[in-house]
Structures are given as structure tokens and as C-alpha cells.
């Protein structure tokens, strides 16, 4: 049976029990207190824990996973992978143990056909009511329901919260797979865990007590990788047909074949399960960086290239081997076909990125294990993991395999401490937002209160920007407060506001609060936020009068701000269209800033933009713009705003319903946003920058309406001022420029010829400063030198005239620095003196540091009154040898 049929009995099984079938989750969760999704029950977890309402109440689905909390262990055991899919069914609140036991077993015995006398199973010890159902109502011998402590058959999603007790179904894979020391299920390798069933009913509170649940729900886990080693009589994961293509052709590619060699086969191993996950994380818009997910996934990447290494790989390759993963699984997973060549260019960027510093690293770590051994150390320093780290872009796991083969460790305290003290230093320029944002934390109970006891605020800023409404708290100082007077500081909450809070990449609505009748309330709302979910708070300054709990008052946003806003967020989504549309449908937003100024949009994307494509771009933009498309909204389920092609973004947190904003036939997309009526409103568009902030992530900056206006007449001005300036017409610009170019080169060519006649005649007149130590020629002093370029010609010229013999030289740079060079011929070298070692010698002398090959070596410095210091040390340099 292949994974696909394996895969598609499963899902089609619970379809006949009622079960919605749910197609895979992304790798990056909604949930921000996650990496990556782990488990199949990562996406429903908001549901599980009541944090959305939702109609669904059985569910199936076959969930791609990343884990990587055990990755010294891929290929070396037979079960540990990175990548690897969790088939699952979910009960939320419907149906509970005995409907998850009898599917289980009816699912495993009829239609996968195991032998009943090769499956057992194991219990929570204290769950009596699992072990009646296996027993007596499936007929499970006693013998073979096995009970377990909690750390085994117990979940839980932290130290409080909801838990319970599981059943886990296990096969017997015979004697020949028995351990050593036996053991029985559980501990034996002859007994394979296949599925856990997770019977969520507690509760656990504070105190250790648990409590029942009112609703008592479902989740389980099969591993598709783990069912089909058993059902394909693999001795291994790694021999199914989700690995075994992969590996087969890696081994042709390098000339080698499977299952000769360990070293070479554990190489195979971790290849194949990388790139696995390699391509379905790039696909699921994640990129390689030194942080977050894309760490991960520069680490999966670069780990997988270094085991390249170990069976003759020493170009990048692992792009080659991407396709075939694609090819494998494209139809369950039809997205990494379209991904394809993105996917691609991203490893092959990645792989080219580490190749230029592996060498290098790989050399500096062989000195470190031997400088190691030397002192009968077992540890390497924390201090040079991180440098590896962070020069050499080693991660810290890759560090630890090639250590371990030596037998070696890292001392990753050490290392762990390094990493917090570069934290803490990127930490301090925003160390004032986060104390803002621990201050508000301190506050959600106060919030939450409001929120409980006097409702949610309903927004009505779609439709106006003024209504009519009721004060139901102000808060002062972290207080709740009866009422705030002219000067005070606070925060205001209205039963209803046309105040749209900061939220998507989206900045929050200014205006007043003023009386509806009377002119002796002025309140100023300086930002709206929304410090928990439900609740909008109007941060505000009492201008004028007093305001009351309780009292009726009249909101009213700032509108030339609220429509300047609007502009720039309905252009953020003809940008998004724009670029997909140019630079293809790989692109997804991965942040954004929309306010009354500008907006700023950041995506993924494998290389900086070139000109002709930022012209499409905008261009494409303003055809929209002048094609006055309607903007439209509304209200959708999830579901169904995926099914028509809203494009949901990474990270943000839906409910079941969702509001989908469609532009013409150009745009759709799911947003909680205010947004213009027609893209005309926009008037114009114009892109001020485009740049990478990180690897594989770019940052357009872009203006609308009047400020794109104002920007272009500023450049306008400034075209006509260098015109002038050139001599020129606007149009003639660029060919002056180029003319002043060519000009300015020839001129230095021509200076540079005069300099070289100059030097040749200069070089006579050193030579009779030539010294002569332990019959060896030595020349060492101050030249002037343009750059480091004319003083290795100072120094070649030196070394031609004198045959044989050692030049050192320094020159002060027009920049206010030192330069410091080193020559000794050849038939010095080979009698053991070193430019090298000259130049590391003299270079503190000047503040600086240098180095370079025995013959030739350079160094720079600050202190320029120190250069005659370090060339006298010179001479003694070679008094001393």
C-alpha cells in the first residue's frame, strides 16, 4: 500500500463518520506563541481552547509538521524526522472515548487489515473508563491493554489548562525487532506506537486539581511515515516510498550506493529528510534568516549541505533534489508545484551564501579540535561557537555534529550567554516600546474586567466616522476612574465608535470627543488602540470640560486623516496584486505600515528588484488606479473566503467569520481595514524606496494622493536645479554625467601614468635607504600612497629592484588612516621568514590588524603617529630571527 493510499484511506474513512476533511495547515501556526506547527492539532487549538466560536464539530486531516527538538537523531534511528505528516480526526465537544476507540480499531483491523493478535495497547493507569471500552467493549485481552504513568499517557498543553488522558495503539513487529533488555510496550522497539488518542476532559488548575471540561473533546495523531514502514515491511521510515526515491537518487548523483557505508548512509538519510522540509517550509513563504522560523530553516539548510560534504558533494546540489521532493508529493500537495521554481532559487541562493564561508568555518573548527586535544579538553568554548555562528554563519546544531564525530561537546552555556548579550544589545533601542508593552500587560486584568462586565464596543467606522454614543469606563493611570477633567491624561471606553484601533499594519484613528448639544467638552483622541480583543480603548487628552461615565457624547474622527489612511491602505493591496502579478504568485506580504504619511509593505522575495521591474510595478498600480475599479466588502466565513481565492496572510489570527475586501477583478484579500470606496480616491501612486531587511525579505516605501504629488514635484525641481547646474536640458542629464565620468577616468589614468614615472624615480632615491641585517636586504619606511592599491605597486616596485630581500611599508590614507604593508621574496620565504607574521607583529602598534601569505601581507590602523614606531619594529623583527 503507498503513502498516498494509505493517506487517502485514512481521510476518506472519518468522511464517512462525519468528519469534515480539512485540508493541511500551513507550517507557520496563527498562534504567535508557536514556531512551527508541531502537530495536527496546532490549527484547531484556538477552537479547543474556546478562543473562537465555531460551527465545526468533526474534523479530519492528514497535517504537515516540523519538529526539530530531536534533529541529532534523524537518520541515526529509524523513526526521527524533521518533515513528516500527522493524520488525525477531531471531536470538539461531539464525540468522546468510545466513538474514538471503536473508529480506531475498525479503522486499523478492517481497513488496513492488521492482525487483532498484533496490536496492543497502552492506558492513562487511572483511566478505568478507556480500559472497559478496550476490554469489553472491543474484546481486548487484559493482557494486552497496557497502564502507564502520566508522563507516558497523559497530555497536557502546559502546567495548567486543559489535559487528559490518552490510549495509544501499538503493533508487534515480532521477536526479530525485540530489544535487548525486552521491556514490553512502551519500552521494547519490537512494540511500534502508531497512533495516540488524546482524550481531552480536564482542567488543571492552579493548585494540580482537575476539573472536568464542559466539553470533552478529541485529538488524535497517526504518523504517516511510521503506518507506512509497517505496512510496506520497511525496516525503516527511511526505506518507504516518502524517502527512499529521494535517497536512491542522491546516492546516483554522488556515485555511491545505499546501505554500503553508515557514515554515508546516515548522510543520505539527513539529506532526504531536510530537503523534505525545506520545501515545503520555503513553500509556505517561510525564508532563510538568523532568526525565527527562517533560522530553522537556514539551519535544516545548511546542515544538509554540510552532509553533502561527507559523500562528495562540494557544489550546491540540494536545489537538484528539490524538484523530485516536489514530484513526490504534488498531488496531495498541489502549492509546492506551483512553488516550484521559487522554491528552487531559494536553496540555490541559500546553498551559494554558505558555500563561500563553509570552507573556511569547517578549517577554523579542524584547528579548534585540534588545539582541543592538544589541552585534553572534550569542550569547545561557547565563546568560539558563537563566532562560528555568528561570522561564519555556522548554527549552533551544525557546530555540534561535526564536534560529536571527534567525540567532542560545546559548552552551550557558555554559548547561550554569548547569544543573550548580542540580544540584549539589538534589545536596547526598542527597550522603551517593550516597557510600554509590559505596562499594558500589567493592565489586562483591568481590561479583561471591563470587558466582562460592561461588554464589547461595537465598531461602526466602516459606515461613518461619527456617531452618537455612551461612556462605559475611563481609566487613569492604570485606574479605573468616575470621570477625567481638562488636563487629565486617559483612556476612554465607548459603547460603540466610529474610532477604527491600530491593528493589520494599520495605524489608529484620531479626532474628538465632544458633547452632541452642548460646546463644553472638547476631548482629544490621540490614538485608538485595542488593549484586549473586543474592547477599544481611545487614548486620550481632556482639552476642555469633563467627561462621565455614564454620559451620552458624540465621537468624530479626524476624516482628511481617515481618507489619507484609506489611500494608502487600498494602495498596500494594489501593490500586493501588483507584485504577484510581476514577480509571481510566490510573493506574500510579510508585514506592513499604513498611515496618513505613507505606506510601507514588506514581502518575501528571493532578490532585490531591478528598475524595469519597479517600473511594472507602479505602472501597474496607477493603471489601476485610473481604471477606477470598486472596492467592495464583505463578510465571509473562512472557509468559503478561501475556497473563492482570498489571500490570507502568515500570522494573523481569523475567526470563523472574516471580512474579505475584493478590487475589482485585481484583488482579494481578507482585511479588517477602512478602505476607499474606488481606487481612483487614490489619485496616484509612487514608490520612494525598495530594499532587503533581511534574507529573502524586501520593504517597498510608497506614497499617495497629494504627498506622492508633493514628492515628484520635488524631484522635478531638483532635476531642473542640475540641469542648470550641467548646462543642460532635463533630457540631457544622464549623457553629461556620463561625459563628466569619462572625463574624471582618463584623468586618473593620466595621473596614474605620471604617478608610476614619478614612483619608478622615487624608488631610486629609496634604495640608498636600503639596510643590510644578517646579509639580508631589508627597506622599511613611510611612502605616499593614494590608497592600498598604489602601495603594493610601491612595494612590487621595491622588491623588483632589490632581488631579494624584505620591503615594509606605511602610508597615511587620505581617510585619516593607516595602511601597513609586508614583502619578503621568495628566497626568503623558503628559509622561513613571514610577511605574514611581520605585519601581525607591527599592525597593534598602529591600532589595527592584518594579516596575509608568507610572501605578501596588509594590515590597516588608526594611529597615524605611531607609523614610524611600527616600521622601526620591523627591523628588529629581523635582527631578532
Known amino acids: 500500500m503507498t503513502s498516498n493510499e494509505i493517506r487517502e484511506k485514512f481521510l476518506k474513512f472519518f468522511e464517512s463518520k462525519g468528519h469534515k476533511r480539512t485540508p493541511s495547515a500551513s507550517l507557520v501556526p496563527s498562534d504567535p506563541s508557536i514556531l512551527l506547527t508541531i502537530a495536527g492539532m496546532v490549527p484547531f487549538k484556538p477552537i479547543f481552547l474556546g478562543q473562537v466560536k465555531s460551527s465545526l464539530k468533526r474534523a479530519v486531516t492528514s497535517q504537515k509538521?516540523?519538529?526539530?527538538?530531536?534533529?541529532?537523531?534523524?537518520?541515526?534511528?529509524?523513526?526521527?524526522?524533521?518533515?513528516?505528516?500527522?493524520?488525525?480526526?477531531?471531536?470538539?465537544?461531539?464525540?468522546?472515548?468510545?466513538?474514538?476507540?471503536?473508529?480506531?480499531?475498525?479503522?486499523?483491523?478492517?481497513?488496513?487489515?492488521?492482525?487483532?493478535?498484533?496490536?496492543?495497547?497502552?492506558?492513562?493507569?487511572?483511566?478505568?473508563?478507556?480500559?472497559?471500552?478496550?476490554?469489553?467493549?472491543?474484546?481486548?485481552?487484559?493482557?494486552?491493554?497496557?497502564?502507564?504513568?502520566?508522563?507516558?499517557?497523559?497530555?497536557?498543553?502546559?502546567?495548567?489548562?486543559?489535559?487528559?488522558?490518552?490510549?495509544?495503539?501499538?503493533?508487534?513487529?515480532?521477536?526479530?525487532?525485540?530489544?535487548?533488555?525486552?521491556?514490553?510496550?512502551?519500552?521494547?522497539?519490537?512494540?511500534?506506537?502508531?497512533?495516540?488518542?488524546?482524550?481531552?476532559?480536564?482542567?488543571?488548575?492552579?493548585?494540580?486539581?482537575?476539573?472536568?471540561?464542559?466539553?470533552?473533546?478529541?485529538?488524535?495523531?497517526?504518523?504517516?511515515?511510521?503506518?507506512?514502514?509497517?505496512?510496506?515491511?520497511?525496516?525503516?521510515?527511511?526505506?518507504?516510498?516518502?524517502?527512499?526515491?529521494?535517497?536512491?537518487?542522491?546516492?546516483?548523483?554522488?556515485g555511491i550506493k545505499y546501505k554500503e557505508d553508515n557514515k554515508k548512509d546516515l548522510a543520505l538519510k539527513v539529506i532526504a529528510d531536510h530537503v523534505r522540509a525545506l520545501v515545503f517550509m520555503i513553500s509556505d513563504g517561510i525564508v532563510p534568516s538568523n532568526e525565527g522560523r527562517g533560522y530553522v530553516l537556514r539551519m535544516l539548510l545548511r546542515r544538509a549541505f554540510r552532509y553533502g560534504k561527507v559523500i562528495n558533494y562540494n557544489q550546491p546540489f540540494l536545489y537538484e533534489v528539490a524538484p523530485l521532493v516536489i514530484n513526490l508529493m504534488k498531488e496531495v500537495y498541489p502549492e509546492i508545484y506551483k512553488e516550484e521554481n521559487r522554491i528552487c532559487q531559494v536553496i540555490l541562493a541559500e546553498e551559494k551564501r554558505f558555500q563561500e564561508t563553509l570552507n573556511i568555518g569547517i578549517q577554523i573548527l579542524d584547528n579548534l579540535k585540534k588545539e582541543l586535544k592538544q589541552k585534553n579538553k572534550d569542550k569547545l568554548s561557547g565563546r568560539d561557537a558563537f563566532k562560528l555562528y555568528d561570522t561564519y554563519g555556522f548554527p549552533l546544531e551544525l557546530t555540534r555534529d561535526i564536534l560529536e564525530e571527534d567525540g567532542l561537546g560545546i559548552e552551550e552555556d557558555d554559548f547561550k550567554n554569548k547569544m543573550k548579550i548580542q540580544k540584549e544589545r539589538s534589545r536596547k533601542s526598542w527597550v522603551k516600546t517593550k516597557e510600554s508593552s509590559e505596562d499594558d500587560n500589567i493592565n489586562q486584568k483591568l481590561y479583561q474586567s471591563i470587558l466582562k462586565e460592561r461588554g464589547e464596543t461595537e465598531f461602526t467606522g466602516y459606515d461613518s466616522v461619527e456617531d452618537k454614543s455612551k461612556v462605559i469606563a475611563i481609566t487613569k493611570e492604570g485606574k479605573l476612574v468616575d470621570k477625567a477633567a481638562a488636563g487629565d491624561e486617559c483612556k476612554i471606553f465607548l459603547e460603540k465608535t466610529p474610532f477604527y484601533d491600530e491593528k493589520g499594519g494599520q495605524i489608529g484613528d484620531k479626532g474628538v470627543i465632544t458633547f452632541a448639544s452642548k460646546n463644553n467638552l472638547l476631548v482629544e483622541i490621540l490614538d485608538t488602540q485595542a488593549p484586549v480583543e473586543g474592547l477599544i480603548a481611545h487614548l486620550a487628552e481632556v482639552s476642555k470640560g469633563e467627561i462621565k461615565v455614564g454620559e451620552e457624547?458624540?465621537?468624530?474622527?479626524?476624516?482628511?486623516?481617515?481618507?489619507?489612511?484609506?489611500?494608502?491602505?487600498?494602495?498596500?493591496?494594489?501593490?500586493?496584486?501588483?507584485?504577484?502579478?510581476?514577480?509571481?504568485?510566490?510573493?506574500?506580504?510579510?508585514?506592513?505600515?499604513?498611515?496618513?504619511?505613507?505606506?510601507?509593505?514588506?514581502?518575501?522575495?528571493?532578490?532585490?528588484?531591478?528598475?524595469?521591474?519597479?517600473?511594472?510595478?507602479?505602472?501597474?498600480?496607477?493603471?489601476?488606479?485610473?481604471?477606477?475599479?470598486?472596492?467592495?466588502?464583505?463578510?465571509?466565513?473562512?472557509?468559503?473566503?478561501?475556497?473563492?481565492?482570498?489571500?490570507?496572510?502568515?500570522?494573523?489570527?481569523?475567526?470563523?467569520?472574516?471580512?474579505?475586501?475584493?478590487?475589482?477583478?485585481?484583488?482579494?484579500?481578507?482585511?479588517?481595514?477602512?478602505?476607499?470606496?474606488?481606487?481612483?480616491?487614490?489619485?496616484?501612486?509612487?514608490?520612494?524606496?525598495e530594499e532587503g531587511i533581511g534574507s529573502g525579505i524586501r520593504r517597498i516605501e510608497a506614497v499617495t494622493g497629494e504627498r506622492a504629488l508633493k514628492y515628484i514635484k520635488?524631484?522635478?525641481?531638483?532635476?531642473?536645479?542640475?540641469?542648470?547646474?550641467?548646462?543642460?536640458?532635463?533630457?540631457?542629464?544622464?549623457?553629461?554625467?556620463?561625459?563628466?565620468?569619462?572625463?574624471?577616468?582618463?584623468?586618473?589614468?593620466?595621473?596614474?601614468?605620471?604617478?608610476?614615472?614619478?614612483?619608478?624615480?622615487?624608488?631610486?632615491?629609496?634604495?640608498?635607504?636600503?639596510?643590510?641585517?644578517?646579509?639580508?636586504?631589508?627597506?622599511?619606511?613611510?611612502?605616499?600612497?593614494?590608497?592600498?592599491?598604489?602601495?603594493?605597486?610601491?612595494?612590487?616596485?621595491?622588491?623588483?629592484?632589490?632581488?631579494?630581500?624584505?620591503?615594509?611599508?606605511?602610508?597615511?590614507?587620505?581617510?585619516?588612516?593607516?595602511?601597513?604593508?609586508?614583502?619578503?621574496?621568495?628566497?626568503?620565504?623558503?628559509?622561513?621568514?613571514?610577511?605574514?607574521?611581520?605585519?601581525?607583529?607591527?599592525?597593534?602598534?598602529?591600532?589595527?590588524?592584518?594579516?596575509?601569505?608568507?610572501?605578501?601581507?596588509?594590515?590597516?590602523?588608526?594611529?597615524?603617529?605611531?607609523?614610524?614606531?611600527?616600521?622601526?619594529?620591523?627591523?628588529?623583527?629581523?635582527?631578532?630571527?
Open 553 to 689: 457624547v458624540l465621537a468624530r474622527v479626524d476624516l482628511l486623516r481617515r481618507k489619507a489612511i484609506a489611500r494608502n491602505h487600498t494602495a498596500t493591496h494594489l501593490l500586493h496584486g501588483a507584485l504577484r502579478d510581476v514577480l509571481g504568485d510566490h510573493v506574500k506580504q510579510s508585514g506592513s505600515a499604513v498611515n496618513n504619511h505613507h505606506l510601507r509593505f514588506d514581502f518575501n522575495h528571493f532578490a532585490p528588484l531591478i528598475m524595469e521591474e519597479l517600473k511594472k510595478i507602479e505602472s501597474l498600480v496607477n493603471e489601476k488606479i485610473l481604471n477606477e475599479l470598486k472596492v467592495e466588502t464583505r463578510i465571509s466565513t473562512f472557509d468559503k473566503a478561501k475556497e473563492i481565492g482570498a489571500i490570507a496572510l502568515f500570522g494573523e489570527k481569523y475567526g470563523e467569520e472574516v471580512r474579505v475586501v475584493k478590487i475589482g477583478e485585481f484583488s482579494l484579500e481578507l482585511c479588517g481595514g477602512t478602505h476607499l470606496n474606488s481606487t481612483s480616491n487614490i489619485g496616484l501612486f509612487k514608490i520612494l524606496s
Open 65 to 254: 509538521c516540523i519538529r526539530t527538538n530531536d534533529i541529532e537523531n534523524v537518520g541515526k534511528t529509524a523513526r526521527h524526522h524533521t518533515f513528516f505528516e500527522m493524520l488525525g480526526n477531531f471531536s470538539f465537544g461531539d464525540y468522546f472515548k468510545e466513538d474514538a476507540i471503536k473508529w480506531a480499531w475498525e479503522f486499523f483491523t478492517e481497513v488496513i487489515g492488521f492482525p487483532e493478535e498484533k496490536l496492543w495497547v497502552s492506558i492513562f493507569k487511572d483511566d478505568d473508563e478507556s480500559y472497559d471500552i478496550w476490554h469489553n467493549l472491543i474484546g481486548l485481552h487484559e493482557e494486552r491493554i497496557v497502564r502507564l504513568g502520566e508522563e507516558d499517557n497523559f497530555w497536557k498543553v502546559g502546567p495548567t489548562g486543559p489535559c487528559g488522558p490518552c490510549s495509544e495503539i501499538y503493533i508487534d513487529l515480532g521477536d526479530e525487532k525485540a530489544s535487548k533488555g525486552g521491556g514490553g510496550v512502551g519500552v521494547d522497539e519490537r512494540y511500534l506506537e502508531l497512533w495516540n488518542l488524546v482524550f481531552m476532559q480536564y482542567n488543571r488548575e492552579e493548585d494540580g486539581s482537575l476539573t472536568p471540561l464542559p466539553k470533552q473533546n478529541i485529538d488524535t495523531g497517526l504518523g504517516l511515515e511510521r503506518i507506512a514502514s509497517v505496512l510496506q515491511k520497511a525496516d525503516t521510515d527511511f526505506e518507504t516510498d516518502l524517502f527512499l526515491p529521494i535517497i536512491k537518487f542522491v546516492a546516483q548523483n554522488a
Open 714 to 881: 520635488e524631484e522635478e525641481c531638483i532635476i531642473k536645479e542640475a540641469s542648470g547646474k550641467l548646462q543642460t536640458t532635463p533630457s540631457g542629464i544622464l549623457p553629461k554625467i556620463d561625459q563628466l565620468i569619462d572625463d574624471a577616468n582618463n584623468m586618473k589614468k593620466k595621473i596614474q601614468i605620471i604617478r608610476n614615472k614619478l614612483a619608478h624615480y622615487e624608488v631610486d632615491k629609496l634604495l640608498f635607504k636600503k639596510k643590510e641585517i644578517k646579509g639580508i636586504n631589508i627597506i622599511s619606511l613611510k611612502v605616499e600612497a593614494e590608497d592600498n592599491n598604489d602601495l603594493r605597486n610601491w612595494g612590487d616596485l621595491i622588491k623588483d629592484k632589490i632581488k631579494s630581500g624584505i620591503v615594509v611599508l606605511g602610508t597615511e590614507l587620505d581617510n585619516g588612516k593607516v595602511a601597513l604593508l609586508a614583502m619578503v621574496t621568495d628566497d626568503l620565504a623558503e628559509k622561513g621568514y613571514n610577511a605574514g607574521n611581520i605585519i601581525k607583529t607591527i599592525a597593534p602598534i598602529v591600532g589595527g590588524k592584518g594579516g596575509g601569505k608568507k610572501t605578501m601581507a596588509q594590515a590597516g590602523g588608526q594611529k597615524i603617529d605611531k607609523i614610524d614606531e611600527a616600521l622601526e619594529k620591523a627591523y628588529e623583527l629581523v635582527i631578532s630571527e
